[in-house]
């Protein structure tokens, strides 16, 4: 078993940063790849950022690109989501995942375990 939990969200206008992490503890060593997932009112979870505990190989959507960033720090056991010139289309309940999968993938169902989400508003 892996608990996550993930913080740092919040409300903050358009253009501006958040930084998120996921503090994972547990069977730790069966997960190596963490992923960020978000999920708006209405609509369907989506993929975000993943990365490999081991090489730190990363994997973006395409909406995120160049505005996000995904990183981890092995020795706290956490990983992060600096978010950069935000959007209002990144509104939406950020979830971290982990996986056992070496390979960053953005399948949903490569992941095993889930955090119970941090709210993220962003105003126009």
């Known amino acids: 078993q892996v608990q996550l939990v993930e913080s740092g969200g919040g409300l903050v206008q358009a253009g501006g940063s958040l930084r998120l992490s996921c503090a994972a503890s547990g069977r730790t060593f069966s997960s190596y790849t963490m992923g960020w997932f978000r999920q708006a009112p209405g609509k369907e979870r989506e993929f975000v950022a993943a990365i490999s505990w081991s090489d730190g190989n990363t994997y973006y959507a395409d909406s995120v690109k160049g505005r996000f960033t995904i990183s981890r720090d092995n020795a706290k056991n956490t990983v992060y989501l600096q978010m950069n010139n935000l959007k209002p289309e990144d509104t939406a309940v950020y979830y971290c995942?982990?996986?056992?999968?070496?390979?960053?993938?953005?399948?949903?169902?490569?992941?095993?375990?889930w955090g119970q989400g941090t709210q993220v508003t962003v105003s126009s």
């Open positions: 995942a982990a996986g056992t999968r070496a390979v960053p993938r953005p399948e949903e169902y490569e992941y095993h375990y």
